[in-house]
């Protein structure tokens, strides 16, 4: 019978767990750490004969209360990071979250380096009720607090992240056409129409980690920025590198495929709402690329950019 029980809670409500963890924590890997973990322990609840009267409410705070203990460790973490730090891209049709807002924008990288910024609690209440409209009253019972503190965590939160949230190009087939001249562009080496696709404050954020690939810091400026995508997207170009056009979350973005077919990396763009290119974020990280099941490449960013 428990593992009846654990066998239906598996297929109801794992996909939604992992949605809210990734959110959480801006990493598949740590999101099937935490949710395989909620997992094992109502295995182990059921099989003590624990009464457990909702198992989605049981996985959700175990989920939810693991992902921000993993929070707080991570940020000590993130001191000894080699580089800019990036969320692992969610691209479309490459990672398992199949929930209805599984391509929001509450998968972007933008929006996921705006959750950074807030205390574990505050991102775990905003995502609980603006993204997964999780009553108060819920959310309180997942992390342990009241549900008016809860109130007073989701109005500090969304007064952080509407700050710095950028206001977006509405038009799906608008964006993508735009980050097919960006993209065009860069590995044609056209400064010329890169900057006048570029915001003027644009800025390029590159998470290469160990690897020795990536920007180790991030550049801001219309013409620094035109001139190093430019010159990286061309190099690339040269040596056999294509652009596959793709999407992370709301976000028009490209995956860099080797003349193998190795993924080299993913780049995402963030448009403004007059269309422009506020920034690009480049995850070429192979550590932050396994979960997207494609094969990754052995070259070092040496190898197109010439010794």
Known sequence: MADDRLERAYQQHRTALLALSYRMLGSFVDAEDVVQEAFIRLERALARGEQVDSERAYLTTVTTRLAIDHLRSARVRREQYVGPWLPEPAVEGLTDLADAAAWSDSLSTAFLLLLDQLTPEQRAVLLM???????????????????????????????????????????????????????????????????????????????????????????????????????????????????????????????????????????????????????????????????????????????????
């Not at 608008?174 to 006048?196: I, K, M, N, S, Y």
Request: include cysteine; charged fraction near 25%; aromatic fraction near 4%.
């Open 129 to 307: 009720r603006d993204v997964f409209a999780y009553e108060f009253d819920e959310i309180a019972a997942t992390i342990g607090k009241s549900p008016a503190a809860c109130r007073q965590l989701a109005v500090r939160a969304r007064r952080a992240v509407r700050v710095g949230r950028p206001r977006r190009a509405s038009d799906l087939a608008e964006r993508r056409r735009l980050a097919d001249a960006f993209f065009r562009a860069a590995q044609h080496g056209d400064l010329e129409v890169l900057t006048t696709l570029l915001a003027e404050d644009a800025r390029f954020v590159g998470d290469g980690g160990r690897s020795g690939r990536g920007v180790s810091r991030p550049v801001h400026g219309r013409g620094p920025v035109s001139m190093l995508v430019g010159n990286l997207m061309s190099r690339m170009a040269g040596a056999g590198i294509r652009v596959e056009l793709t999407g992370v979350g709301a976000e028009p973005a490209a995956l860099l495929i080797d003349p193998e077919g190795h993924l080299i990396g993913v780049w995402s763009l963030v448009l403004a709402e007059d269309a422009s290119v506020q920034a690009v974020h480049g995850m070429v990280n192979p550590d932050k690329l396994g979960h997207l099941g494609l094969p990754l490449t052995t070259l070092t960013r040496g190898d197109w950019r010439g010794r």
